[in-house]
């Protein structure tokens, strides 16, 4: 299905450029050829006063003006044709770069509906599984209880999956109002650290830098979606190495907060990129890793509700650092 969709999509590209090619040849051609008329003409008349204009200095005086018509035309016919031509190329490349947006979004979409498909069979299968098991067989109550809480796991992560589609949809539509009040954003911050990543704090995987009694106007709802899509991320996007670190502390009248990690890496041309809906990088080893591409776009809207802003930088040796900035609440 996709080489097929792929395969049009070549074909299609391969016919718009053999066919603006054709444009530009048949141009330049008309244009050639309009030299050459303009050429003949008035080569035709020139011969014409040769035989009609008996005086040497008449003719002389009308050959010169014919001449300097000559060039004077031909110059108009490649100066309008240049500009005409400049304004083609112009507009096609406004074309083909509407044209190349249109594509990436469709494929884009395409993946997104790929893995989003798979990311909602895979706790389906997974929960599935354990009742099936836990239905069949007399297990001992402490492999039950493992049982049980990797089918509750796999239902958090389903909900937090299609919270996120929702989240998401509402966004797009502009019909997400936040509600803000304020709290003692420290406490907040390491409570949904404590809560959703017992195990990685546990491990040393996940470690928190909190400055004390920042206190920040939030909505108590949307806010800890920032916090845990990025850990999420951070976690997700490391490989051997597991350091992600969450720090909140205030700078300059800002309170910032910061997720690091020494995992894979963003390159600079992707660092802007991330942030839109459906964006997964292009690089084989991340396709390969679950995700829907919608994290770091939820991310980005919650913060700018927030009234703050985003950005990522390279971590040191490796790995990336993301960092949140609001404006501290007065
Ligand atoms: P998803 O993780 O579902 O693909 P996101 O919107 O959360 O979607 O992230 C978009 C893309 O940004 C990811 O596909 C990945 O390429 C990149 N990315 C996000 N966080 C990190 C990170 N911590 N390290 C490296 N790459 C990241």
């Not at 009694?213 to 979606?225: G, H, Q, R, T």
């Not at 597991?242 to 963003?266: A, H, P, T, Y």
Request: net charge positive; hydrophobic share 40%.
């Amino acid at each position: 299905m996709k080489n097929r969709f792929n395969k049009i999509k070549f074909n299609s590209k391969g016919l718009i450029v053999v066919l603006f090619a054709y444009i530009i040849a048949q141009f330049l051609w008309w244009e050639i050829l309009l030299v050459r008329q303009n050429n003949e003409l008035i080569d035709e008349k020139q011969k014409l006063l040769e035989v009609t204009v008996s005086n040497e200095s008449t003719l002389k005086i009308e050959i010169e003006f014919l001449q300097k018509k000559k060039v004077h035309k031909t110059l108009m016919i490649v100066g309008e044709g240049t500009i005409f031509l400049l304004l083609l190329l112009y507009g096609i490349n406004l074309i083909r770069k509407a044209n190349k947006k249109e594509h990436d979004l469709l494929d884009q979409k395409n993946n997104f509906l790929l893995s989003i498909t798979h990311e909602l069979k895979t706790p389906l299968a997974t929960t599935k599984l354990q009742l099936q098991t836990l239905k069949k067989h007399q297990l001992p109550i402490e492999k039950q209880q493992e049982l049980i809480e990797v089918a509750i796991h796999e239902n958090e992560r389903l909900n937090i999956l299609i919270d996120n589609v929702l989240l998401a949809t509402r966004m797009q539509q502009n019909e997400y109002a936040i509600t803000k009040e304020k709290i003692n954003l420290s406490d907040f911050v390491s409570s949904i650290a404590n809560t959703n990543y017992k195990n990685e704090l546990e491990s040393k995987y996940l470690k928190l830098e909190i400055e004390e009694n920042v206190n920040f106007e939030l909505d108590k709802i949307a806010f800890p979606s920032i916090v845990t899509n990025l850990i999420e991320n951070a976690f997700k996007y490391s490989n051997e190495e597991i350091n992600v670190k969450l720090r909140l502390f205030k700078k300059n009248n800002k309170v910032i907060i910061e997720v690091s990690d020494q995992g894979i890496g963003i390159k600079d041309p992707e660092k802007q990129d991330i942030f839109n809906q459906f964006y997964r990088s292009g690089n084989e080893e991340i396709r390969r890793t679950k995700g829907t591409g919608l994290g770091l776009f939820i991310v980005k809207y919650l913060i700018e509700k927030h009234g703050g802003s985003i950005s990522v930088i390279n971590n040191k040796p490796k790995g990336s650092v993301f960092v949140a900035q609001f404006l501290e609440s007065v």
